[in-house]
């Protein structure tokens, strides 16, 4: 079992920057790839960016060049830093750690960017 403690959401103006942390913690293997989903209200969950112990990124299109995600190997600990927020950007963030065939979640932390 894998457990991810998230923090960091909260209220921020349009244009703000916000960053968020996901820990992980329990049977982690070195071997993994962390990142963030988001789910906005009445839409699916979908790609927010991921991050492998490899090294490789994936961004979604429409946070490219606003939000950047690191990982700090050390700490079991991933982070996305947000910037150039929008109203668009508000929605419960969500940390995922995987491994195989193995995927765990995080409970959810709320972001809202206020116009």
């Known amino acids: 079992q894998v457990q991810l403690v998230e923090s960091g959401g909260g209220l921020v103006q349009a244009g703000g920057s916000l960053r968020l942390s996901c820990a992980a913690s329990g049977s982690t293997s070195s071997i993994n790839t962390m990142g963030w989903y988001r789910q906005a209200p009445g839409k699916q969950r979908e790609l927010v960016a991921l991050?492998?112990?490899?090294?490789?990124?994936r961004y979604a299109d429409s946070v490219k060049g606003r939000f950047t995600i690191s990982r700090d190997d050390a700490k079991n600990t991933v982070y996305l830093q947000m910037g150039s927020l929008k109203p668009e950007d508000t929605a419960v963030y969500y940390c995922?750690?995987?491994?195989?065939?193995?995927?765990?979640w995080g409970q959810g932390t709320q972001v809202t960017v206020s116009s």
């Open positions: 995922t750690w995987r491994y195989s065939v193995y995927t765990y």
């Open positions: 991050i492998s112990s490899g090294g490789g990124i």
